[in-house]
C-alpha cells in the first residue's frame, strides 16, 4: 500500500453520464468529463488565473463557443443508441479531442503560466483517475502497458457504477441520500484501486503536478458536484 494517501474525489462523470442519460434528459456538463473551456467559465477560476477584462472576455466567449460545440457532439454521439461501454469510450475521445482543441486556442489568448494553472486545476477536478490519461501517465512515469491495464481497471468499475446508477433512476423515485452515498462509495473504490496502482514516487509527481490546492465553489442548484482535490 502506499505510504501516504493522497485526499481525492474522483470523476465519476462518464459513469454517471451513462447511467442516467436515458433517464434523466439533462446535457450535464460533468458528463462530459472536465475540460479546459468549461473550467473558465467559473468565476473563481477567471480570478485564480488573474485575467484582465480583455483577455477575460476572449477567454469566456471561446468557452462559451467549445462548450456548445461539446454538447452539440456529445449529443450525436448519445443518439447513436451505443451501449453504455461504447458511448463512454466515443465520449472520451471527443474529450480527448477537445481538451487538445481548447489547450491550441486558449493558448492564444491566455498566458503560458495561466494555461500552466488551468490545467492544473483541471488535473484537480478530475482527480487521482487522471492518472490513467496518456499524457499525465508519462508525466509521472506509467510505463505505457501499465497505463493501459489501469485504464481498463477505471473503465470496468466505471461499467459497473454505471449500472448502479442506472437501477436507483430505473424504478422512479430517486431517494437523493441513497444517490449521494453509492456515489461516495463508488469513488472511494475508484479512488482506492487508482491509489494502489501507482508507487510512492508516482504518487508524489502527480501532486506535484497538479500544483497547489484550489477549492472549487460549492455547487448550485441543479448543478454539478464539487471536486476538492
Not at 2 to 25: D, K
Not at 51 to 61: F, H, I, R, T
Not at 163 to 180: H, I, L, P, T, Y
Amino acid at each position: 500500500m502506499i505510504a501516504q494517501r493522497l485526499s481525492v474525489a474522483i470523476c465519476l462523470g462518464l459513469a454517471m453520464f451513462g447511467a442516467t442519460a436515458s433517464v434523466q434528459a439533462q446535457g450535464r456538463s460533468r458528463g462530459m468529463g472536465s475540460s479546459l473551456a468549461r473550467l473558465l467559465t467559473i468565476e473563481e477560476v477567471q480570478k485564480e488565473l488573474k485575467l484582465d477584462s480583455a483577455v477575460l472576455e476572449k477567454a469566456k466567449a471561446y468557452a462559451e463557443t467549445s462548450q456548445t460545440k461539446m454538447r452539440e457532439e456529445s449529443q450525436l454521439i448519445r443518439d447513436q443508441g451505443l451501449s453504455d461501454a461504447d458511448m463512454r469510450a466515443d465520449l472520451a475521445a471527443l474529450n480527448d479531442q477537445m481538451f487538445a482543441k481548447d489547450s491550441e486556442e486558449l493558448a492564444k489568448i491566455i498566458s503560458a503560466d495561466q494555461m500552466k494553472r488551468l490545467k492544473q486545476l483541471m488535473l484537480q477536478q478530475i482527480g487521482i483517475s487522471a492518472v490513467s490519461r496518456k499524457e499525465v501517465a508519462e508525466a509521472i512515469g506509467i510505463k505505457e502497458a501499465d497505463r493501459v491495464a489501469l485504464k481498463k481497471k477505471v473503465d470496468d468499475m466505471n461499467t459497473a457504477n454505471g449500472e448502479k446508477m442506472r437501477e436507483m433512476f430505473s424504478g422512479g423515485n430517486v431517494d437523493r441520500d441513497a444517490v449521494q452515498k453509492i456515489m461516495a462509495e463508488n469513488r472511494n473504490q475508484l479512488d482506492e484501486t487508482v491509489l494502489e496502482s501507482l508507487d510512492e514516487a508516482q504518487e508524489a509527481k502527480f501532486k506535484e503536478l497538479v500544483g497547489a490546492e484550489f477549492k472549487f465553489p460549492e455547487p448550485q442548484a441543479g448543478g454539478g458536484r464539487r471536486r476538492d482535490f
